[in-house]
């Protein structure tokens, strides 16, 4: 079945360092997306792709950076972590190739910047 | 710049009960309104989506309300089950094939039973 992963799931980091979150998506979707979950805030755009060799900012691009060289991969780096990037970062896929218009999302990848 | 406001922040239901989560917009390019239910230590998964050229959709106890001219649009449960009990996400998007999406602050519902 086409699925959407995340990993790691869990990660604990400290102030300063450069942190890479995956995403890997089976679906052979062309758009995918980083959103960050924070309470109060629902679900926030970072970084979105249309396609390979694709990239944009969302909302709340700072600090982040991502780069697609194929279609199945959009990893997610921040530079030099800081703790007001604490927060649950979900991946989404979604796009024409799906015949519909939603986003799936992976289970998320909970990060902790000490 | 919040786009998409929503209300309750938490919304506390008796069993059998309607819960009603509302949201409103302010980008009138918005033509895609979908809501996501989301359960602890999982992602959002799309629920039921609406577009603008109609007022209602309903999909089994779930319905959407949509108010163009007032840029709202809600969400009713209709005989409410303590599984429901999970945080909703309304959201608006432009244009269609899955672009990207902005999202409401979030409703943690809790159904008693």
């Known amino acids: 079945d086409a699925e959407i992963t995340q990993s790691p799931r869990h990660k604990i980091t400290e102030t300063g360092r450069q942190v890479t979150l995956a995403c890997h998506q089976t679906w052979n979707h062309n758009n995918m997306f980083w959103y960050r979950q924070d309470l109060g805030h629902g679900l926030r755009l970072i970084h979105y792709s249309y396609g390979v060799q694709d990239t944009n900012k969302g909302e709340v691009s700072d600090g982040y950076s991502v780069s697609r060289s194929n279609t199945e991969d959009l990893p997610l780096t921040l530079e030099s972590a800081a703790s007001s990037q604490t927060s649950v970062y979900f991946c989404?896929?979604?796009?024409?190739?799906?015949?519909?218009?939603?986003?799936?999302f992976g289970p998320g990848t909970r990060l902790t910047v000490l | 710049q919040q786009q998409v406001k929503q209300s309750p922040q938490s919304l506390i239901v008796q069993k059998g009960g309607i819960s009603i989560i509302n949201c409103a917009y302010e980008?009138?390019?918005?033509?895609?309104f979908p809501w996501y239910q989301q359960f602890p230590g999982k992602g959002p998964a799309l629920l039921i989506a609406?577009?603008?050229?109609?007022s209602e959709k309903k999909e089994g106890r779930f319905t959407i309300s949509f108010n163009k001219s007032a840029k709202q649009f809600s969400l009713h449960i209709m005989d409410s089950q303590p599984g429901d009990s999970a945080t909703y996400f309304c959201a608006a998007s432009v244009r269609q094939g899955a672009q990207k999406l902005v999202f409401g602050q979030g409703t943690r519902l809790t159904i008693n039973p």
């Open positions: 609406i577009r603008p050229d109609v």
């Open positions: 989404a896929t979604g796009g024409p190739s799906s015949g519909k218009d939603t986003q799936y």
């Open positions: 980008n009138t390019a918005f033509d895609y």
